[in-house]
């Protein structure tokens, strides 16, 4: 063969050729990992199609239009749209996701069923501290509207493959924060073992293995063969964080229209 033919062979196959070793590593993330990684409790999961109504109960203009700026990165290519009210007065009867600054950070669970009430279902309060970075703050609004969607904290999966010594780790942390919070003493105890032990398979969904998700917990602690094991702070979302929402909510958020609240009775179509 002409050695001009094979140069203009291995012109065009080389690019080609370069990406084989990342197809490879989708191939076995998608396909060929163990599904331990993101994780929706199905129950917590939201209508198909539908325009979650967000209502921010006190902030400034500034941490209104921050998180306006970085919680719609979850829903690119999702059904999903956020819409977005600066007070509860101008906000519609029916709300999904009600956000104070005034106390502790955190968020109730994907679909929490509780439309009609004023009372905050995420509280943002280490966005007002200022001692965030930006990269931090951005980490705060993914992570809990990450819960919001409906999403875990990664070391929940039923496959989570470092052991339950994380699990364990959590709970001396977790009682003060939530006798703070209002519940008594037992209350916190049961609260705090039912937030740091695994998922129910059969209850969830779940995408293939991801460290790199935001909705780990940044964290060092002892796997069960005792060597250490760091978990990093993500402030951005995973490759599969993206195709976990748009793989459960898949498709085009439909333009939200003044008045065409879309059903919440609508059934809930399970993405197998
Ligand atoms: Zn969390």
């Keep these: 063969m002409p050695n001009v033919i094979i140069n203009r062979f291995l012109l065009l196959a080389a690019p080609a050729i370069l990406r084989i070793p990342l197809l490879l590593v989708f191939f076995y993330a998608l396909v060929l990992a163990p599904a331990y990684a ?6 917590k999961q939201w209508p198909q199609n539908t325009s979650l109504k967000v209502v921010f109960l006190d902030c400034s203009k500034d941490q209104q239009r921050l ?6 990165q979850w829903l690119a290519k999702s059904n999903l749209s956020f819409q977005f009210y600066d007070s509860f007065e101008k906000a519609p009867k029916e709300t999904h996701i009600r956000i104070s600054f005034l106390v502790h950070s955190g968020s109730r669970l ?27 703050a951005r980490r705060l ?3 809990e509207f990450g819960h919001a969607l409906g999403l875990v904290h990664e ?16 709970l001396p942390n977790c009682y003060p924060k939530m006798e703070r919070i209002g519940y008594s003493k037992q209350g916190a105890i049961l609260r705090c073992k039912a937030v740091n032990r695994p998922v129910d398979p059969k ?12 909705m780990n917990y940044p964290t060092i602690f002892t796997t069960q063969d005792g060597s250490k094991k760091t978990i990093s702070a993500q402030s951005r979302l995973s490759y599969l964080d993206r195709y976990a929402i748009q793989l459960w909510y898949p498709g085009r958020a439909v333009p939200y229209i003044c008045g065409s609240t879309p059903s919440l009775k609508q059934t809930n179509r399970r993405i197998k």
């Design 67 to 72: 998180v306006e700026q970085v919680a719609p």
């Design 141 to 143: 609004i993914l992570h």
């Design 38 to 43: 993101a994780v929706m409790v199905i129950d």
């Design 155 to 170: 070391f929940r999966s039923p496959y989570w493959p470092y052991g339950t010594n994380v699990l364990q780790k959590m």
């Design 110 to 136: 994907g679909n929490h069923r509780d439309y009609c009430s004023d009372k905050a279902t995420m509280n943002l309060f280490d966005l007002t501290t200022g001692q965030l970075s930006d990269s931090s």
């Design 203 to 214: 209850k969830s969904e779940k995408t293939a293995f991801d460290e790199f998700s935001v």
